[in-house]
């Protein structure tokens, strides 16, 4: 039931692009990312609802293949802020909407 | 910005001794979350509070742990015992709805040791 995520770990340099991907056997309502630097709280970064709706938050954009139950995260000319693990939560379509179920994260390494 | 409230930051305790954690939600948020996170994995779900409800509480190991939300504003956390497989952080969400979907704002958590 957890949501599956890949890649476990990436490095990038400054500038460069990478793709992170969530997956879950559940049909989903919802899939929500955050972002968690080392030793302080997730940061909410974008919620996704069913209907394929792709939203954006600075330079990170995500989409939501709702038929697929998948999520990507597109991470464009990433900046050293943007180190960190990055964590997607899923809601299953018919239970409790707040009731996300987290996958294991995927630390992202912004190096100079 | 509004913001989450957690304490104690840091706790340390010995096997068999009670603890307890707080939490002051973003004031609004009629919704609450405490999470527990093992260092390398996502956050799991305890409980889910709507005002000084229970959603949900699946997940808590009843046996030692409570929460309470009394007057649907703030909120506490307890086990007891405490056992040396609790260590763990303990993070406290809270939530407005959103017409859709719940977005979550997590405080900065509670660092749990138990020795």
């Known amino acids: 039931q957890q949501p599956v995520q890949s890649p476990q770990a990436v490095i990038l340099r400054e500038g460069e692009d990478a793709v992170i991907n969530c997956s879950s056997s559940k049909a989903l309502y919802s899939v929500h990312w955050y972002r968690q630097k080392h030793g302080e709280a997730p940061v909410f970064l974008m919620i996704?609802?069913?209907?394929?709706e792709q939203k954006g938050h600075e330079k990170i954009s995500a989409s939501f293949n709702e038929k697929k139950q998948q999520s990507s995260l597109y991470l464009t000319a990433s900046q050293l802020s943007y180190s960190g693990t990055y964590f997607c939560g899923t809601a299953p379509r018919g239970g409790s909407q707040g009731n996300l179920i987290f996958g294991k994260g995927t630390k992202l390494s912004v190096k100079p | 910005e509004a913001e989450v409230a957690q304490s104690p930051r840091y706790k340390i305790t010995e096997k068999s001794q009670a603890v307890a954690f707080w939490c002051d939600p973003i004031s609004g948020h009629a919704t609450l979350y405490w999470y527990r996170q093992i260092l390398g994995q996502g956050p799991e779900l305890l409980v889910q509070f709507q005002d000084e409800s229970v959603v949900d509480d699946s997940q808590l190991p009843k046996d030692r742990f409570s929460a309470e939300r009394l007057k649907g504003v703030d909120s506490t956390l307890k086990i007891q015992p405490a056992e040396l497989g609790d260590s763990a952080m303990y993070l406290c969400a809270s939530s407005p709805w959103t017409g859709e979907a719940y977005e979550q704002y997590f405080g900065p958590g509670t660092r749990l040791t138990v020795t």
């Open positions: 996704l609802l069913k209907g394929g």
